[in-house]
């Protein structure tokens, strides 16, 4: 991984092989980032997406192990706990132009994977919503 300021964001690069969501939330530790909106491109492999049930409160998650190209990236930072979440959703397209897209909960970088990260100026802090099932932003806090 590597990172370089450009006005108010850091482009941050991902190497192959580095954990997508992992990578991003040891950063966000590291910086001590506390907020934040995310946008991104590149290759990845064994992506694991997901879609939300509220009926049942639980997501439906899928791996597709195959080497994509990460299409759009997008998402956003807040804490939970006073931990980093980021908040990723994600369209993929593979060989034959099919695409799939959902919740992104982690992937590998095939090949690499560029994103654009602009920190927050405040604190966003997420709270269970029983109703949802969800962390949810909470503007109150």
Known sequence: MDTKSIGSGVLIRLDKEESLVASLV???VKKE???GQITGIGALKNV???VYHLDRQTYDKKVFP???ELLSLQGNLSLVEDKPLFHLHAICGD???NCRGGHLFEAKVAIT???LFTPGETSVIRTRNEKMGLNLLDFSK
């Open 33 to 35: 980032w506390k907020s």
């Open 113 to 115: 994977c560029e994103i």
């Open 95 to 97: 060989e034959n132009f």
């Open 48 to 50: 694991e997406l997901g």
């Open 26 to 28: 040891s950063l966000a």
């Open 66 to 68: 195959e080497i994509v």
